[in-house]
């Protein structure tokens, strides 16, 4: 499977963004239904942080406490595309962000390595 973000940039705080992340698969069948789709994000310096995820079997959808009430994640399964839009952003919204897939985890939402396949980032800059 291959994921392309999009969708980032640079923008005033308090301004929004989304994000998309489309998945492109090399096998027949496939389906958000089998997997969940993640969003992470990274600053220089930091760890990766996890943002948010949804499950595709159920679109049950899970935030990080930091994003709760200003980020919200959809999917669109006809597209293979999931979205995560962004409103109220601040500085410490700034870093690249990625998304990423998991098929199997134990409990929802998936831990960090559960995730099979990455995408390869968007930068977004939230300007004070």
């Known amino acids: 499977v291959q994921l392309v973000e999009s969708g980032g940039g640079l923008v005033q705080a308090g301004g929004s963004l989304r994000l998309s992340c489309a998945a492109r698969a090399f096998t027949t069948g496939f389906t958000f239904d089998d997997w969940a789709i993640g969003w992470f994000r990274q600053t220089p310096g930091k760890e990766r942080e996890w943002v948010s995820c949804i499950v595709g079997s159920d679109d049950s959808t899970y935030y990080a406490d930091s994003v709760k009430g200003r980020f919200t994640i959809s999917s669109d399964n006809a597209k293979n595309t999931v979205y995560l839009q962004m409103n109220s952003l601040s500085p410490e919204d700034t870093g690249v962000y990625y998304c990423?897939?998991?098929?199997?985890?134990?409990?929802?939402?998936?831990?960090?390595?559960?995730?099979?396949?990455w995408g390869q980032g968007t930068q977004v800059t939230v300007s004070s």
């Open positions: 990423a897939i998991a098929r199997f985890w134990v409990r929802a939402p998936p831990l960090e390595r559960n995730y099979d396949y």
